[in-house]
């Protein structure tokens, strides 16, 4: 009997549960939908959207390969999800259903939605756990809480990983034909932003696949020790191919046990390191689930909401221009804006810089990511965005605030990817990119810092400080 496979953030045919599992059940049609304004909703931009549009062209010829069709159809907003699958279910006298689950407040609504209309017909529903090692609420601490350090998460996870959870789904089978025809897929309407060059992130399953190769080859071995250094591409740039499920976490750790005498967490320093950044992608996704509030645009930590952040535009227009006269923050805002990616160093600077040296909403700098990241996802941008403005979970101490100065002089220390990004400065020695004297500056198209770095700490410390002592 037919099985519908609704795809989502898992744009691939390999090591995909739920085409798996549908594959094993019978002939499978292929479902996309598409719900723009949701999406814009929610925060996400044009290059995100774009890469997105580019993945669901790439599955549909991966999935033409097995003879399985992808149907299309534009649905604008979460609600109407389950009529439309049920419309479809009916056309095709489907069995059943099959998706692989995800975690936000909600997507996990429209998934409750859909499950209830279907079933409610007559339909069967199976939603996988794919997305992670362990679903949400799998992993708890001894008092049956979620975790909520990254740590003692990490350890659990490690101690409760088995060979079952790790193994490779079965790749589907080339099917009989269903008489089903893919959809055309229609274009994408203007969005208010231009995508980033599409050959920056070439879409779909194979170019992760090539990018964690060269990765593996590379970098991967030196990762531990590179990867805080933004000038030496040191990390896989893999987070928006599994941001939409282009590739698998499975397949990345495959890969990594492969390369390093089957172990995870032992061995070689730089795969286990990377490793570990793997978990914390799956601890946000618990995070989302165990603490909805944070979904609904309120902090982890529920005694921040009453930090009075200050109303500063033009200090946020400084900032999401990199015009905030603070070389590393606006190298790190340039390279987002022009490449729909910042270095995870970065950041850490950009996001401490705006919440803690400019005391201004972090919920502000979470959007602005979304609308530029192509590997935007909710969790971990939240959970980085909460990390970094003290709100969150394992936040940095509320004291703890970077010197974007010394970040400079550590993690780019010849202010190589200063000049990159900051051309203005490429005439400085390495000394002065990381802060351009007074005297220089006049002669450059280049701001001079917006706020001190010892009274803007001050001045952040005493917000926190209120909230203590109100
Ligand atoms: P690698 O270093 O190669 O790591 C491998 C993978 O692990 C990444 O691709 C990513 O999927 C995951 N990962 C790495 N670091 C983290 C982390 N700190 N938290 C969660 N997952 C992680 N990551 C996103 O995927 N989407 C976001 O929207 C996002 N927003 C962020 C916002 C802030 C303020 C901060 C501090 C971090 C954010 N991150 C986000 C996490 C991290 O910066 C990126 O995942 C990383 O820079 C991607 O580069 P990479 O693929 O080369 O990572």
Redesign the pocket.
Known sequence: AIQLVWFRSDLRTLDNTALSEAAARGPVIGIFLRCLSQWQDHGHGANKLDFLQRGVHVLRNELEGYRIPLLHRDIDRFEAAPEALLEIAEQTSAEGLHFNQEYPLNERRRDEAVAKKLREAGFQVHAHRDAVAFAPGELLTKDDDYYKVFTPFSKAWHRRLDSDRLALKGEPVAQPATGVDSDPIPALPELEDAPVDGRLWPAGQNAAADRLQR?LRYRAHHYNQQ?DFPECRG?????PY??LGMISWRQCLQAVMSENDSHLADGDQGLTA?VN??I??EF?QHIAVGFPRVCRYRPFQEDTEALKWRDDDQGFAAWCEGRTGYPIVDAGMRQLVSQGW???RL??VT?MFLSKHLLIDWRRGEAF??RH?V???FC??N???Q??ASTGTDAAPYFRLFNPTTQAQRFDPQGEFIAEQLPALAELSAKQRHAPPKDVLENLDYPPPIVDHKAAQQRALDAFKQLKNP
């Open positions: 990765f990867r990390t896989s740039e893999l987070s599994l941001a990377w950044e793997l914390w992608r946000y910042m270095h995870n950041r850490m996001a990511f979304l990241l590997d935007g996802e971990s941008n959970g980085g965005w990390w970094a």
